[in-house]
């Protein structure tokens, strides 16, 4: 089979994460005031009337999940389909994580690393490469199982994860929070295992971008002419969508502080903007050079501490 000729296809075809679910209440205030923003190809948009939250109105929980990921091959489907030919990518996004991580944190070298969603394990090497002892939680068990033979991988969730509780001085988190079905549940998990002092850094779509209202008013004129723009916006792998002005809630919430929220360029123009249409391809670029110049982006880079005196 040939690669999908446009990234936007690639996330078509590889499906969309289950459902079955009924969104009742908002995952960050619990309210029940969830508005319909928008028609999704197989679901609707819903927006929380007292927080702001973005959320599907339907979801999955536990094996409908991870039998889903089990199955879905390449990353965010936007590498093709051949898992040699997406490696060099995994690799230079592992780097610039790590480097992400460094730069928020200090270029620390030592101590116990952990990645929520560890995938096949590209990060793990590279922490694993500049010093640290690491550890993975991975939902998808062929990709846990390809990530296995580095550091300790648990196949599972971090609410199942076996490890010490309080033993992580670092966790990374990136483009997990809005593919779970539970964000505050999982968050309780992951931070129960770090250490005092501990650091998590995650990244996720950013609901607050300059642009979002202007597409939404779009998706909603002229949903046919801009399905494949509402296909990679509100791509069918994501439960929920957090901003920048209510994330910190939930960070707080589990008993984290939040330290710096910074825009973060995403991963299709870095990694993936060779893959388009040239006429996207430029559209794209244009929209990456507006958002360096107002510093606002669709995604978000956070950096969030445990209370206590880190070793
Ligand atoms: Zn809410």
Known sequence: MASPPDPADGIVGRGFAPGGLQRVACVLC???DLRRTVRLR?????TCGECGVRLTDTYAEGAPVADYYSDVQAHHGKLG???AQSEGALRAIARDQADEMEGLCG???FGRFLEVGCSRGHLLQEM???GW???GIEVSRTSAAAAGSIGGVHCGTPEDAPFTAGSFDRVGMFDVLAHLPDPRRTLEATVRLMAPGASLVLSTV???WRLVPLFLRAFKVAPERTAHLRDEMYEGQHYCYFSASNIGRLLESVGLTVHEIRPLEPLSTRFFVHQYSPRRRLMLLGMVQMDRLL???RKMLVLAKKPGRAF
Request: no cysteine.
């Open 295 to 297: 510093r606002s982006s």
């Open 107 to 109: 270029p620390r070298r």
């Open 81 to 83: 389909d051949s898992l």
């Open 206 to 208: 950013n609901e607050d």
């Open 133 to 135: 002892d690491v550890s």
């Open 30 to 32: 619990g309210g029940t």
């Open 42 to 46: 197989e679901r609707w948009l819903l």
């Open 128 to 130: 694993a490469a500049r």
